[in-house]
């Protein structure tokens, strides 16, 4: 391959006129534009200068690789130019995944904040289970994901963005109402909406109403946040759910109480292993982060 700089300092001959013009022009040594040109002639095999006394006449090859070079050099131009357009309106992709109570919550408010800054960009939500989330961010389908917790052997980049305790959601309707902090005790007996047994949030919730001999009666089981709001709303059952997911369910006749004795929710950010993040997942991280913060 010919270097470009050859290209480049036979471009600046031609449209200067000279060697010590296109010198100048392109903030260099007058040697070194010789030893360009002379470099390309030996690597094209073509003669592009009769050089005469006090003159550099430019032949009838040169002329001819000159069109070419120009509509390269064209060619370049626009390729710059639309790189800084795009840089200029942040015009690209950006593929998201997360469970399903932060991608009917805490997503979409961070979409509306992102897009103010990145009008262009095409978003992609997709809503899964941590397990699967971890997959498709492994196998690079997408850019980063919200998870609920990170496994030993996921095989991906993550860090924390959250870790906080639980709070009691209530019909608003409910004894339980009257009281500023609720405790362990205040559940016994009561009609227990909860994550289906398996799930890790489940198994913890069980492990301390067992540890400190509380019984609750779990009525209904389900993965999905906006139907425990729905359920608690509509006077089903109580729930201890994550405080975020309690704060914008949007569900009108719900209480939200503190619960510190429940198990702790997090909130894990996950990325391909060794990839470069880019800036669209960087200022969309910083958007949770700062979502988080102010929350």
Known sequence: MVKLSYFEAFHAVMISGSMTAAAKALHTAQPNISRSVSALERATGLKLFDRLPGKLVPTSDAFALHEEVKRSFIGLRRLTEEARRIHRSGSGVLRIGAIQSHSLTMIPEAIRIFTQSYPKVTISIQSAHTDVLARWVREHSCDLAIVSRRSANDGVDGELLYSSNAVCILPDTHKLCNKENLTLSDLAGE?????????????????????????VNFVVETSYSAITCSLVAKGVGIAIVNPYIAHTCGESGIVVKPFDSGPKHEAVLIYPKGKPRGRFVESFVAVLKQMVSDF
């Not at 398996?198 to 301390?208: F, S």
């Open 191 to 215: 009609r227990f909406i909860s994550f289906p047994e398996g799930e890790p949030l489940r198994y913890e919730m069980e492990q301390i109403l067992f540890n400190e001999g509380v019984d």
